[in-house]
């Protein structure tokens, strides 16, 4: 925060060489030592429970003159111990807390208190604490206290009341205290985790017995402990700070609750007592050896079914006043994400059992269940036997050995698939709610078809800044239906919830750093239909994902007509929420719609076609680069020379395609507007001018502005990134290979009077 400060730690340690040691060490394991921490950092060799931290006379007077401020940290954290026992480290180091601040000159005291001192926080505030709420500056009911934390077992939640009421008491004198109330912390942003922490052995140990007790919940608070530390941090340096004490909460949890087996970790329920023998069972070697009395203590609360994160519950007025900078937690989804990766990555320094997750039909058929009983549908509905088909297929394909799917991916794909599920189920919920949505009317839908990397995106998003279009949204695919039905909220609000869980997905999937310089993805941006279509479990998109050939040819057997009813089912919903009361016509964009012209204007008979053509040996070579990023985020590397083959074949078939349904139905021509990459590029203007002259639409002076602001954007973002780079001959390919398996498509341009300069650069 401040790089002239100093920081002084008192250590238990042998000597000041000692104590520096052990504090890099803690440092290290936590991965976030830097060196140039070290001349910033006095480490002094004490103790807290002694007389003045056990420091000779002129030792302490020296710190005491040096001293600014005092943050007591120091405790022992061990919760289910007596108070008897614990009150010498926890209670009667504030002896020497309060010295040092009074002497030499008045100090300002920072102390770290627990949340944990609400017997409503700590039993989630399940059963008689369902209705209870921790108000802004409030203290503990002593009586409730006694009832929750007997002192013979839970003496931790006593040992910071005690201290909190010293230091009370010298605020009346004047001195300058700030009590934090912290969050349950066990985790650090980077997915670093307390291998000690009794909710953190609760989850070890559902891992270890494979089965977990019935209630078991992930919504609690799992502060980040970094991000717990940078708001103390700001806040004491804050010289304007009102308040004394600081309550801790997380921002409300973004998107649906979360189980484990979203994220395809699959443990049978079993009754409390059952989870308990079969712990027992282990005995030594079970993480929760040792912790029965305070689990039993605490069972029925926290596996009622009705604990609750506290982010609803506690007031943090005071937290987000007098913190300087807003607080970034992160969310319930990506800590969980992160604590999974570095559980991976560190499995020799993990003492339990590591959480493998898979990919099983019958348990994503559970799920399936369980979100139509949720959202209180028929089952049938939600999912008709032709998505449960596709997702039969998928999982198969994923799982065959030969797709060369790392294992650590499986908790992706699980929950990608499972959050496909609850949005079907939601959609469906959502058309029961308000029956008028199979009314809604879809009129001369504009279908943008160019193959990929032909300059489709940038036609796609330049045409949404004209209000008279409707796009679909990256954040909108994450989560169709907004929470509770909230219609009144315009669907592209900044305000709309599912913007932040849209971004927490894309952050954590690693997406945007790999497709730095490719492809730009922004959550408040269009984004393919694609989305759609995978909901149904029938999308070309898995096959970019994945090497999967035969879902591959799967797919090409189908009649995908019962998807593509389904995409403009979908689109219902996504019009009745657009309740702006002007009607607007829909741009969508999907490269793959190639491959299914014949299903899609069967949905869609009015619909319109914008195609946008380029070299095919120019944009192979950054569709094979692009395809080769993707498949290394969750595969394993093959030859590039494969590659090239696949893609080769796979793409001439989706021109082939086209030039097929082109060729058979001359009737829609009039609806079919060609245009070329490099005009698009070279000039994107004229080209949208060209588009909306070709099919009767007005363009306004308001969508022109905001057309060449965005692309002024652009401009900029494209002069600070690297450019994306590629060669068809990195993937084994000649540009004579390339010409003869797409002639089909060459010799269609020029059969039909499509002008050659399409395809010249």
Known sequence: RKSNLIVTCIVRADHSQHAFSRIQAAFEEAEIWEDELAPRIRAVAGDIHLPRFGLEPPQFADLCRGVDAIYHLAASLSVATPYVVLRRTNVFSIRGVLELCLTTRLKHVFFASTMGVFPEYFCGFANEYSGSRITHQMQPDIESMKRAFPLGLLGYPWTKVVVEQALLHAVRANVPVGLFRLPHTNVASTGFGNADDVAVRTVAAVVDAGQMPEGFTLQWSQAAVDVVADTMADISLNPDRRFTIYHYSEDPPLGPEMELADFGLYYKTVSYDAFKRACLARGERSPLHGFWNLIDHGAPYWFSGDATAPSHRVCSRALQADCVDPIPWPSAYTMLRRSLDWLRAHRERWPYRIPESRLDYDHLVRRAESFAHEYDIPFDVAFPAWKLEGLKHLVQAVNAPEAGVRTERHDYIAFDLTRRLRNNASLE????????????????????????????????????????????????????????????????????????????????????????????????????????????????????????????????????????????????????????????????????????????????????????????????????????????????????????????????RMLDSMVEFRTSHPELEDRWLDISFYDLVQAPMDMVAHVYDRFGWPLEEEAVAAMNAWLDVQAEQRRSEKRHKYDIADFGLTREKVDAAFSDYRDFLTSSGIRSSMLLG
Not at 515 to 524: A, I, L, T, Y
């Open 429 to 652: 919920a959502e058309r029961r709610r308000c029956p008028e949505i199979a009314d809604q009317d879809i009129s001369q839908p504009v279908f943008i078809v160019g193959i990929n990397r032909t300059g489709t995106t940038l036609l796609h998003r330049l045409m949404s800044r004209d209000p008279r279009f409707w796009t679909l949204r990256g954040y909108e695919y994450v989560e169709p239906v907004p929470a509770g039905g909230n219609y009144a909220m315009p669907t592209d609000s900044a305000e709309d919830p599912r913007r932040a869980f849209a971004e927490e997905l894309l952050n954590a999937s690693g997406i945007v750093d790999m497709f730095q310089g490719v492809h730009h993805f922004d959550v408040n941006e269009p984004e393919e239909d694609l989305g759609l279509l995978r909901m149904g479990f029938a999308a070309w998109g898995a096959t970019v994902w994945f090497d999967i050939p035969d879902f591959a040819r799967w797919l090409a057997r189908r009649d995908m007509s019962e998807t593509y009813a389904f995409h403009r089912r979908a689109l219902q919903n996504y019009t009745h929420q657009r309740q702006s009361g002007e009607a607007g016509q829909w741009v969508l964009k999907a490269p793959f719609h190639l491959f299914e012209l014949e299903a899609l204007i069967k949905a869609y008979p009015d619909a319109l076609f914008i195609q946008t053509h380029r070299e095919p040996s120019q944009f192979l070579g950054s569709w094979c680069s692009l395809v080769d990023r993707v498949r290394n985020l969750s595969c394993q590397p093959r030859p590039s020379e494969d590659l090239g083959e696949e893609q080769l074949e796979f793409m001439s």
